[in-house]
């Protein structure tokens, strides 16, 4: 299947906790405005991604699992490769970085100053 994206939705995660509840958020708010969400997976970018068309447009939706809260500013290579590069320049993207606090005493951020600036660059 050859399908020719307008619109990206990248969603970049820190674990497989969070990559298994977006893919969940997903289906449920595809079934819930009865949007026809389909999965597939792409052989040569190796994994997998949602997808659904609308009268206006055709969207993919990608999700990175980073595997560590510290290597989501490092995330840019997996968007560029991933996603910008392979769709071209006509489908326009919005990321999402989305991480959880496992406790809500200390700072919400492990992140250096700067990092969430230098991803934002990197990204567009």
Same mark, same amino acid.
């Given at each position: 299947?050859?399908?020719?994206?307008?619109?990206?939705?990248?969603?970049?995660?820190?674990?497989? &906790? +969070?990559?298994?509840?977006?893919?969940?958020?997903?289906?449920?708010? %595809?079934?819930?405005? @009865? *949007?026809?969400?389909?999965? =597939?997976?792409?052989?040569?970018?190796?994994?997998?991604?949602?997808?659904?068309? &609308? +009268?206006?447009?055709?969207?993919?939706?990608?999700?990175?699992?980073? %595997?560590?809260?510290? @290597? *989501?500013?490092?995330?840019? =290579?997996?968007?560029?490769?991933?996603?910008?590069?392979?769709?071209?320049?006509?489908?326009?993207?919005?990321?999402?970085?989305?991480?959880?606090?496992?406790?809500?005493?200390?700072?919400?951020?492990?992140?250096?100053?700067?990092?969430?600036?230098?991803?934002?660059?990197?990204?567009?």
């Amino acid at each position: 299947m050859c399908l020719k994206f307008s619109r990206g939705y990248a969603f970049i995660v820190e674990g497989e &906790t +969070e990559q298994v509840f977006y893919s969940y958020l997903l289906q449920y708010i %595809g079934r819930k405005h @009865q *949007i026809d969400l389909q999965k =597939s997976f792409d052989p040569n970018l190796y994994e997998p991604y949602f997808w659904f068309t &609308t +009268e206006k447009e055709t969207v993919i939706i990608k999700i990175n699992k980073v %595997g560590t809260i510290t @290597q *989501i500013p490092n995330s840019y =290579s997996w968007f560029i490769s991933q996603c910008s590069e392979p769709y071209g320049h006509n489908c326009k993207w919005d990321v999402f970085l989305c991480y959880d606090t496992d406790n809500y005493k200390p700072d919400i951020s492990k992140f250096y100053k700067g990092n969430w600036e230098l991803l934002r660059s990197s990204l567009f």
